[in-house]
């Protein structure tokens, strides 16, 4: 298990480490909509995504973005922290065959009590280098030799 993450340690700029999907296959992309119940065609029968609604394959789920997005917070924060916020767009699609990575660098960090509050910059971008899901993020962490941030969270605490 990697070291906990301390507030202390962290300066404006740094990067966190990346967390890389992909390549994706239509194999990926249907068991996540099945699991999630999503039946909408765009996800799993490639002719109607391509010939019906013009798209270039089928689609990636935003839902399954959204869930990349915040296993890369989660998984860095660790046990120790808190994803607090997060926010983010869609701005592009993504097909099998894209290998996606999901990334992150801290923009923000103010002390509150016995926690620090990160903020971030984060983002999913394709093999390409474009970033299709770009948004931002608040995590809590505990300052070095400070309590771990209780679970559950209660933003109330950083008052």
Not at 104 to 116: I, L, N, S, W
Not at 118 to 146: C, F, H, M, Y
Request: proline share 7%; with cysteine.
């Amino acid at each position: 298990m990697a070291e906990p993450i301390h507030y202390d340690a962290l300066s404006v700029g740094d990067e966190i480490p990346h967390l890389v999907k992909g390549p994706m296959t239509t194999a990926h992309i249907m068991r996540w909509s099945a699991a999630m119940e999503n039946w909408h065609k765009i996800h799993y029968d490639w002719r109607y995504a391509t010939k019906h609604d013009n798209l270039p394959d089928v689609l990636v789920n935003g839902s399954w973005k959204q869930h990349v997005l915040a296993q890369l917070l989660v998984d860095w924060v660790g046990e120790d922290g808190w994803l607090w916020k997060m926010n983010f767009q869609y701005r592009g699609m993504n097909v099998p065959g894209d290998t996606l990575t999901a990334w992150g660098r801290v923009t923000g960090k103010r002390e509150q009590g016995a926690y620090g509050v990160v903020e971030l910059e984060i983002g999913l971008k394709d093999q390409n280098g474009k970033d299709g899901s770009p948004g931002t993020a608040v995590v809590v962490l505990p300052r070095r030799n400070g309590p771990k941030v209780p679970y559950p969270f209660c933003p109330a605490i950083l008052e």
